[in-house]
């Protein structure tokens, strides 16, 4: 792997995002500041890029696909949710709608404490790797990987979306949560708060990029590599690759779960859609059409798609899905590295590396080993 | 430390109903290169397995060094005793660069016990060893089948085993390279440390094997030098002569 020093994509990335956390809240006010849209888009693609980077983590470099990852997308957004829901009410009296609508008189017992924003962030944590944990503990334990491991977390966040469609959960039901109007003491809706939401996305992503680069290039991110090329070489060779991947998988849950509580608050509502299998899906298709196991082509997927499904979304909408799927048979036969091979073909790299790539991506979907 | 490194005690491993290994025994000592030879099927590669903890017995015990039972071990507890093997089909990782292969064979912590300084001097003794000094930023998904055989030995080799397991080392390699391959397999012979070759090239059996265990459809058909080997009666008929 290049040393971080020459890597230049993931060096103008970080600028990039360094510059835009700065310039934003110093333009902010004048004529030359982003409009509320459009920062506010800016944020939400930042958590979007995010949660491309967790997937990415897991399925580029250590070859387990997952199609659930918005299973922890969504604890994230759910508990900060809940934190934006229960502070609003502690400091303006507000009573959320879902409580409204059921009839209830309080907040039911286990939303004791979310008004304090450590605690529900410790809640997030501590359910993201209690649920990551057992879940990866006991698929990794038995070899459960590839195409099975993969339909498994498929079904894992789509029985999570059944049960938070239910009404009576206590979460928001089937009409989610929203109306929040105060977060960490401070009003929402303003200009100020939207550029402050969206630079701790920025930030965030720089950060996540930054610590994503350095475990990859590591020891253990070659013992991660190493794992998705060839695991039970490398179990051959004395390292417990079960441990390995558990700390990868929970690693990876958390950073969706990260990405989800700073999408929320920008976008204003959750509801059960964001388990749908579909949004899983998609985080799938960022990657590759960025490019699995390169870290900046994940980022670049996540907007690329994103900007995409913006635009289409209103000039028609009707023909997303298709687009959708006609970039995922593309990515599958044509560019099995995403735009990392039209970046190849532009310098007309010889075949035989490519070639080695198409049969890792075959495996990476394809094959699993008992 | 026991004379006996390995000490193969009635292993049978079914997949089905089909025995690959049929009550077979045999002992390995330390300080031998133990070629095992047979045709296709005999089950060379499935014993392999079974003292690398891949495949679960189905009766028998491998003690490894006079005293531990391996069978119930995990591939990675047996690899850290100190028993190391090279596959058949040769087995590298693609997205990794020659020296990085070596760095991971020679220790088997997330985070190096060496030093960096003692690391890099091992890798570089170990690439002087198995000849790929020259390769050593290279991936090694874009080197020579050759190459990649080597580096897989020497990715097994960094570690110092006590027991160095080689599946058909020079399968596919020019007779140059098989040469080669015969002198460093020579070069790796030390008092306390077994080497089983698993290979169907005699001459190259011939040039490096201390004794020859023939195998048969899982059992021992005969075990000795290997000018015995080529005069039994019975080794011909199943092997050789075909
Ligand atoms: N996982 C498995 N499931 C079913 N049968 C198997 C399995 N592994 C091996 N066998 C069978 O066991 C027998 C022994 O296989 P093994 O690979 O040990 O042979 P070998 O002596 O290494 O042969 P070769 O010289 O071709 O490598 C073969 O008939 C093979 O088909
Ligand atoms: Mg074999």
New binding site residues.
């Given amino acids: 792997m290049t040393p971080i020093t020459r890597d230049r994509p993931f060096l103008l990335l970080v600028a990039l995002l360094v510059m835009l956390s700065v310039a934003m809240p110093l333009l902010s006010g004048t004529g030359l500041a982003p409009s509320r849209y459009l920062t506010n888009a800016i944020g939400q693609l930042a958590a979007f890029a995010v949660l491309a980077l967790s997937l990415d983590l897991i399925w580029g470099y250590l070859g387990i696909l997952s199609l659930g990852h918005g299973l922890f997308f969504a604890i994230g957004g759910y508990v900060v949710a809940m934190y934006l829901l229960k502070h609003s009410f502690v400091v303006t009296g507000t009573v959320p709608d879902f409580l409204q609508f059921m009839g209830w008189k309080e907040f039911p017992f286990y939303w004791a404490g979310f008004e304090f924003f450590p605690y529900a962030f410790g809640v997030a944590v501590a359910v993201t790797l209690l649920i990551s944990g057992v879940f990866g503990y006991v698929s990794f334990r038995s070899r459960v990987g590839g195409v099975y491991f993969a339909i498994i977390t498929q079904a894992l966040v789509y029985v999570a979306m059944l049960l938070m469609f239910r009404n009576d959960t206590g979460f928001g039901g089937n009409n989610g949560m929203t109306g929040f109007s105060v977060i960490l003491g401070w009003p929402m809706g303003t200009s100020g708060m939207i550029t402050a939401l969206a630079v701790a996305s920025l930030v965030t992503l720089a950060l996540v990029l930054v610590g994503c680069r350095w475990l990859v290039g590591s020891r253990f991110g070659a013992l991660m590599l190493a794992t998705r090329d060839d695991e039970t070489r490398l179990r051959t060779l004395g390292y417990e690759t079960l441990r390995l991947k558990l700390i990868v998988w929970c690693l990876s849950a958390l950073l969706a779960m990260l990405a989800g509580m700073l999408y929320v608050p920008q976008v204003g509502i959750i509801n059960p859609r964001v388990l749908s299998p579909e949004l899983s899906l998609e985080i799938a298709v960022w990657v590759a059409i960025g490019g699995r196991g390169h870290l900046v082509g994940a980022v670049i997927g996540a907007l690329l798609v994103n900007a995409l499904k913006f635009w289409l979304s209103s000039a028609a909408p009707d023909v997303w899905p298709f687009i959708l799927s006609g970039l995922i048979v593309l990515v599958v036969l044509v560019f099995p590295n995403g735009l990392m091979d039209l970046a190849k073909f532009r310098l007309a790299r010889p075949m035989g590396p490519k070639r080695m790539e198409t049969k890792r991506m075959a495996r990476g979907i394809g094959e699993a080993r008992s | 430390m026991s004379l006996t490194a390995l000490l193969v005690d009635g292993l049978t491993?079914r997949?089905?109903s089909?025995r690959?290994?049929d009550d077979l025994s045999l002992a390995i000592d330390y300080g031998e290169v133990r070629a095992v030879i047979?045709?296709?099927?005999?089950?060379?590669?499935?014993?392999?397995?079974v003292i690398s903890g891949i495949?679960r017995p189905k009766q028998g015990r491998v003690l490894f060094d006079g005293a531990h039972d391996i069978t119930r071990w995990s591939e990675s507890a047996i690899a850290r005793a100190g028993l190391r093997r090279k596959f058949?089909k040769p087995s590298v990782f693609e997205g990794l660069t020659v020296r990085q292969h070596i760095a991971i064979g020679a220790d088997v912590g997330f985070r190096s016990r060496l030093d960096a300084p003692a690391l890099e001097d091992r890798i570089s003794e170990v690439l002087e060893t198995v000849g790929l000094t020259e390769q050593g930023e290279r991936l090694a998904g874009e080197l020579g089948h050759g190459h990649k055989q080597w580096l897989e030995i020497g990715m097994v080799l960094a570690s110092d085993p006590r027991v160095l397991m080689l599946?058909?080392p020079v399968a596919g390699l020019t007779d140059e390279e098989t040469e080669r391959t015969a002198r460093l397999v020579r070069a790796l012979v030390r008092p306390d440390r077994a080497i089983v070759v698993?290979e169907?090239d005699m001459d190259f059996v011939e040039r490096i094997a201390d004794r020859v265990t023939v195998?048969h459809e899982?059992r021992t058909l005969f075990e000795g030098s290997m000018d015995k080997v080529r005069a039994d009666k019975a080794v011909v008929e199943v092997y050789l002569g075909r």
């Fill in positions: 491993v997949f089905g089909f690959a290994i047979g045709p296709n099927g005999a089950g060379k590669t499935t014993l392999l397995d495949t058949q599946d058909e698993v169907h195998l899982g």
